[in-house]
């Protein structure tokens, strides 16, 4: 089959259109003929360490493999059809739509990919096509689990710094479908954008600087790598309110264990989960027209380099999504 494969770190150019073998499905797992997947932050961190968090330093190399890396195909998000499945298999069946998510082991960017019954996988939504349905599980799940974590509630006014972007999207419907006051940060290009997605107020970062503005928020959402932190937005926090740093780098997870002991304004890092209960979830908001995935720009699985140069830019808008087309020849 063919799969993207990088034996280096780099530029987008180390990635590699090759030939690999198939995957054949363990017990309890499934094949999955993968018809698209997508560039995520951290498939682009796995290549070249573009928007690693300040503090970080060696360590993502210690996760993905010091000298090189440890997993040759990335891809940690996907939406397909089951092909085949194990014998110990219950919850799915051949020719099953479904999409997913598992950063763990990656593979996505491939005609073919194994992923256990019990992860993160779940039936397709119905009203979406595969390129929608694989943009989903990596923004959407991490403002969700984010939203959750601060326990979102009704009425409270909520900043989303990076409102445009892949959890930024999402981030503005979910807390819009949780009847919060909904103010988004981004560019002057993307207001409108934003303001579609359900925002109550955009802000354009580029004429006004949210943090001194004089406005207060129960919760601000930040996906901007390196832009912000807890310092700079404490003055524009509530007193009970809490900095979602998704972005956040090691300044932000020793703040989130300093907050926990004493009261009041508090960090929330490194929240994400990847749950099939949390998918299943999306797809019932999304069968239910409350939330929608946002396409900047689409890539055949032969122009995933190109895919990940945009990308790297860091400006785009919602996802960047590579579809497949498995050949003949598996």
Same mark, same amino acid.
């Given at each position: 089959?063919?799969?993207?494969?990088?034996?280096?770190?780099?530029?987008?150019?180390?990635?590699?259109?090759?030939?690999?073998?198939?995957?054949?499905?363990?017990?309890?797992?499934?094949?999955?003929?993968?018809?698209?997947?997508?560039?995520?932050? !951290?498939?682009?961190?796995?290549?070249?360490?573009?928007?690693?968090?300040? !503090?970080?330093?060696?360590?993502?190399?210690?996760?993905?493999?010091?000298?090189?890396?440890?997993?040759?195909? #990335?891809?940690?998000?996907?939406?397909?059809?089951?092909?085949?499945?194990?014998?110990?298999? %219950?919850?799915?069946?051949?020719?099953?739509?479904?999409?997913?998510?598992?950063?763990?082991?990656?593979? /996505?960017?491939?005609?073919?990919?194994?992923?256990?019954?019990?992860?993160?996988?779940?039936?397709?939504?119905?009203?979406? *096509? @595969?390129?929608?349905?694989?943009?989903?599980?990596? !923004?959407?799940? %991490? /403002?969700?689990?984010?939203?959750?974590?601060?326990?979102?509630?009704?009425?409270?006014?909520?900043?989303?710094?990076?409102?445009?972007?892949?959890?930024?999207?999402?981030?503005?419907?979910?807390?819009?479908?949780?009847?919060?006051?909904?103010?988004?940060?981004?560019? *002057?290009?993307?207001?409108?954008?934003?303001? $579609?997605?359900?925002?109550?107020?955009?802000?354009? @970062? %580029?004429?006004?600087?949210?943090?001194?503005?004089?406005?207060? @928020?129960?919760?601000?959402?930040?996906?901007?790598?390196?832009?912000?932190?807890?310092?700079?937005?404490?003055?524009?926090? *509530?007193?009970?309110?809490? =900095?979602?740093?998704?972005? !956040?780098?090691?300044?932000?997870?020793?703040?989130?264990?300093?907050? $926990?002991?004493?009261?009041?304004?508090?960090?929330?890092?490194?929240?994400? %989960?990847?749950?099939?209960?949390? #998918?299943?979830?999306?797809?019932?908001?999304?069968?239910?027209?409350?939330?929608?995935?946002?396409?900047?720009?689409? =890539?055949? #699985?032969?122009? *995933?380099?190109?895919?990940?140069? @945009?990308?790297?830019?860091?400006?785009?808008?919602?996802?960047?999504?590579?579809?497949?087309?498995?050949?003949?020849?598996?």
């Amino acid at each position: 089959m063919k799969a993207i494969v990088y034996t280096q770190y780099g530029p987008p150019d180390v990635l590699q259109l090759k030939e690999v073998e198939k995957p054949v499905p363990q017990d309890k797992e499934v094949l999955i003929r993968v018809c698209a997947t997508s560039v995520t932050t !951290g498939d682009v961190n796995a290549r070249g360490f573009t928007f690693v968090p300040p !503090g970080f330093g060696p360590l993502p190399r210690l996760m993905f493999g010091i000298r090189k890396p440890k997993r040759r195909i #990335l891809g940690v998000e996907l939406a397909g059809e089951i092909e085949a499945v194990g014998k110990e298999v %219950t919850l799915f069946k051949k020719g099953d739509e479904v999409f997913g998510i598992d950063s763990d082991r990656w593979g /996505a960017y491939a005609e073919y990919v194994c992923r256990t019954e019990a992860g993160a996988l779940a039936i397709k939504p119905a009203n979406m *096509t @595969y390129e929608e349905a694989a943009a989903v599980p990596f !923004g959407a799940g %991490t /403002a969700l689990s984010f939203l959750r974590a601060a326990n979102i509630r009704r009425g409270q006014k909520v900043l989303i710094n990076g409102a445009s972007g892949g959890v930024g999207t999402y981030a503005v419907q979910l807390a819009r479908y949780y009847e919060a006051e909904v103010t988004g940060v981004c560019s *002057t290009a993307n207001i409108g954008l934003v303001k $579609s997605l359900g925002a109550d107020q955009v802000i354009d @970062y %580029t004429q006004e600087d949210f943090t001194k503005n004089g406005e207060t @928020y129960d919760l601000i959402l930040d996906t901007v790598v390196g832009q912000t932190s807890f310092s700079r937005c404490q003055g524009s926090l *509530t007193p009970q309110g809490r =900095y979602l740093a998704v972005a !956040g780098g090691l300044p932000e997870a020793v703040q989130m264990l300093w907050t $926990s002991m004493i009261g009041g304004k508090k960090v929330v890092f490194g929240s994400t %989960t990847e749950r099939k209960e949390d #998918l299943i979830f999306l797809k019932e908001l999304i069968e239910a027209g409350k939330i929608k995935a946002v396409i900047d720009r689409r =890539y055949p #699985l032969e122009q *995933t380099a190109e895919a990940h140069r @945009y990308a790297d830019k860091g400006h785009k808008k919602g996802n960047v999504v590579i579809t497949v087309e498995p050949s003949s020849k598996t």
